[in-house]
Structures are given as C-alpha cells and as structure tokens.
C-alpha cells in the first residue's frame, strides 16, 4: 500500500469498539480531570471539563453506537475534537495511538454493524491490528448540538434558588 493512499488517525476504544478520528480533526488528550455534570442535559452530553480555562462540553458515544451506557470515572479520557467551528470532548475508554491507515473496508467487512446513528459513521478502515469505525467529526459535532438543543428546549425552566415564588418574583 502505497503511503499517499493512507490517513493519519487517532485511534480509541469504547467498549468493545475500535474508532477513530481524523488526526486533523483531534487537538489534544485529557485525563484526570473533574466532569462537572449539567443539570436537564442529555444521556450524551455527560458533562463540562475545564481545557485550559475554559468549560468543555463531553459527549459519551455509547447511545449513538448502540453500546451499553457506563459511568464515567476520573481516569476516562476526553479527545477534544474540533470540527465545523465546534470544540467539544469525546468520552473514550482508552486511546491507543495515532496511526496510518489504509483506504476504506467494502462495506460487508464493515467494523460496526447497523449503527443506531449510521451518519456519525464516515467509512471503516483495516488497520494491523483490525478493522476501525471511522468517526464523522462533523456530523458528531452536529449531532451533539442537535441533542443538546432537544433536551434543553423541552426542559421545564426551575426557578433560580433566590427567587420566592410565592411572591411572583424575584429578589436580587
């Protein structure tokens, strides 16, 4: 195989999956840090973490891929993506590398099969050690949005803590 016929990928696991993002698309590897959880979010967005100053939305594949969904834990690891101006995390279990990888499977040799949301699935690749499911950063991103947008526009507004209801107001 030809080396200008390859992509250069980050590649991850989840579950029992091995995924990968466009190395272009992938701008760094957090671990260890403290996911803050935001109230009425959806299943998929799992939380914020600080990256570098500033709040980063985590999204968690597994509905979309149709695993299992699991608890997050300290030493999960977040790939931050940038993608169509969006920059969010991508709760994995681990990251294996990055790697070279060569052009896509027919699609019967296909990693992942019958995705629930078969759009976040660009292509499937070969790679030494097995075949990879290759992430749409794009169409993640859009779809992180989309579901936030959902489940915050059906959300029933609360109250701030400071307002006296009762009262028909708030005070300040």
Do not use: K, N, Y
Request: glycine share 10%; charged share 20%; with cysteine.
């Amino acid at each position: 195989m030809d080396l200008e016929q390859r992509e250069s990928f980050c590649i991850v696991e989840r579950g029992a999956l091995r995924l990968a993002l466009s190395a272009g698309a992938v701008r760094r590897v957090l671990s260890g840090g403290t996911l803050t959880r935001v109230p009425g979010a959806p299943a998929q967005l799992v939380g914020l973490v600080d990256d570098r100053g500033t709040a980063l939305p985590v999204v968690r594949l597994d509905d979309w891929l149709g695993l299992l969904p699991r608890a997050c834990t300290s030493g999960d690891a977040v790939v931050v993506v940038e993608s169509d101006g969006l920059r969010f995390g991508v709760l994995v279990d681990r990251v294996e590398g990055v790697a070279l990888l060569a052009e896509a499977m027919p699609a019967g040799e296909a990693a992942l099969r019958d995705p629930p949301a078969p759009d976040l699935i660009a292509v499937c690749r070969r790679s030494p050690r097995g075949p990879v499911a290759v992430l749409a950063a794009g169409a993640l991103a859009q779809a992180a949005v989309a579901a936030a947008d959902h489940a915050f526009a059906h959300a029933r507004p609360r109250p701030a803590p400071w307002c006296d209801s009762s009262e028909g107001g708030c005070a300040a």
